[in-house]
T-cell receptor
Framework: QQQVKQSPQSLIVQKGGIPIINCAYENTAFDYFPWYQQFPGKGPALLIA?????SEKKEGRFTISFNKSAKQFSLHIMDSQPGDSATYFC?????????????FGKGTLLTVNP | NAGVTQTPKFQVLKTGQSMTLQCAQD?????MSWYRQDPGMGLRLIHY???????DQGEVPNGYNVSRSTTEDFPLRLLSAAPSQTSVYFC?????????FGAGTRLSVL
């Protein structure tokens, strides 16, 4: 059972465009939703994260929008640049305790053309 | 700080061989985990550990063993390699829900 569904699988935009990556989750007990960015040949790295008590979080050109009732969240990249070309993973987990187990989406390969 | 260090970076095995993928972290994190990454499949959790001496299975544990004798080290053992275990393996350690990943080990099983 896939608990976090991510779409699209791949995305191509022009420089300056606003790519949007969507994720949906099933387990309402999830209470922490991070996005990870992975460049070729590297491990994923935390990009931005949100908790369900807010509907939006911005960090620089990256914004997470969160819809608790629909159990969906999305990543928007404003003024995208070729350097943003990477694979993006959404994830979900439970806060608290000592278990930080993350459930990842399948990833979106983003290409930003110059 | 080195962060999370994985060795080797690349490995080719023959079917039936065994090997250990090494993972070490210098951040004193209690939680560590192993993932495999396959095209179109995302990151799938193999095993994880919430502290020295404590390990548990993830989503795809078959064919893999782990142990955690120290906080720093979390090796992943392939008991009898199979072509289906060809993948990129990532180790991660966590602090307050943030997972810090190593650079990965690319494994091919022929």
């Amino acid at each position: 059972q896939q608990q976090v569904k991510q779409s699209p699988q791949s995305l191509i935009v022009q420089k300056g465009g606003i790519p949007i990556i969507n994720c949906a989750y099933e387990n309402t007990a999830f209470d922490y939703f991070p996005w990870y960015q992975q460049f070729p040949g590297k491990g994923p790295a935390l990009l931005i994260a949100i908790r369900p008590d807010v509907s939006e979080k911005k960090e620089g050109r990256f914004t997470i929008s969160f819809n608790k009732s629909a159990k969906q969240f999305s990543l928007h990249i404003m003024d995208s640049q070729p350097g943003d070309s990477a694979t993006y993973f959404c994830a979900a987990s439970f806060q608290g305790g000592s278990n930080y187990k993350l459930t990842f989406g399948k990833g979106t390969l983003l290409t930003v053309n110059p | 700080n080195a962060g999370v260090t994985q060795t080797p970076k690349f490995q080719v095995l023959k079917t039936g061989q065994s090997m250990t993928l090494q993972c070490a972290q210098d951040m004193n994190h209690e939680y560590m985990s192993w993932y495999r990454q396959d095209p179109g499949m995302g990151l799938r959790l193999i095993h994880y550990s919430v502290g020295a001496g404590i390990t548990d299975q993830g989503e795809v544990p078959n064919g893999y063993n782990v142990s955690r004798s120290t906080t720093e080290d979390f090796p992943l053992r392939l008991l009898s390699a199979a072509p289906s275990q060809t993948s990129v393996y990532f180790c991660a350690s966590s602090y307050k829900n943030i997972q810090y990943f190593g650079a990965g080990t690319r494994l091919s099983v022929l």
